[in-house]
């Protein structure tokens, strides 16, 4: 049982390797990208809007657009990174395995089904918490490096996603819809789909959740009813 399990760890690297190096170049690319934006260009946008401001020659706001809106499209990646964890779950991770018949034959080689779904899930679940706080503690780094050049709030959407743990609670939790799509549906692509819509089904209900209860407004939520109370209230 053991060496049939340390060989299907093995397999599990071999057979995902591809999708762990794709995911490792995103965390760098990214990292590496709001990296450049905060030591390069955010010097040389301060430059340029100093230089505007003596000589009226340009507006503020489109000059600094070269810093803010990098930055701002890298939040809305790192916030939407789990759609892309949910389809390699229900696709290729669990979904072809059962669709192909794979499983079953894992399952006939002295390793249960639950310790076969525990050594698929236990890399792909590692790399997803350990790239999400990556680029969540870099995120946090670079969205409050430079405020005065940008012109969004904690508790815009991407924001509030990519600057917190809601970016690795997210993504562990496509990983299980993924997953959970494909035992049931058992084919592959129907399982990518389906787990890509649940996973936004997910995201749009709690977004709206935390516009309501969890973040400040200037108007008042619509249906104060369904939040939570804080303790000795």
Not at 130 to 152: C, F, K, Q
Request: net charge positive; glycine share 10%; with cysteine.
């Amino acid at each position: 049982m053991s060496a049939a399990l340390q060989g299907l760890r093995r397999t599990v690297l071999r057979l995902h390797r591809t999708a762990l190096l794709v995911w490792a170049a995103a965390v760098a690319a990214l990292t590496g990208w709001l990296v450049w934006l905060n030591e390069v260009t955010a010097g040389s946008v301060t430059e340029s809007l100093a230089r505007c401001r003596r000589t009226d020659l340009c507006h503020d706001a489109f000059t600094g657009l070269g810093y803010s809106e990098p930055t701002g499209w890298i939040g809305t990646l790192v916030c939407y990174s789990f759609l892309a964890v949910a389809a390699f779950a229900g696709g290729a991770l669990i979904g072809r395995e059962l669709e192909s018949g794979t499983a079953r034959l894992a399952w006939t080689q002295g390793v249960t089904p639950t310790r076969w779904l525990t050594a698929k899930l236990a890399l792909p679940a590692l790399a997803v918490t350990a790239g999400g706080t990556v680029l969540v503690l870099t995120y946090r780094w670079g969205w409050g490096a430079h405020r005065s050049l940008m012109g969004d709030h904690w508790s815009t959407g991407d924001v509030f996603v990519a600057r917190g743990p809601l970016t690795v609670a997210y993504g562990l939790c496509a990983l299980a819809t993924g997953t959970l799509a494909a035992l049931l549906l058992r084919r592959t692509l129907a399982a990518l789909g389906a787990s890509v819509a649940a996973m936004w089904l997910v995201n749009t209900v709690l977004a709206h959740y935390r516009a309501d209860c969890g973040r400040p407004s200037p108007a008042p939520p619509r249906n104060r009813s369904r939040c939570p109370r804080a303790p000795g209230r």
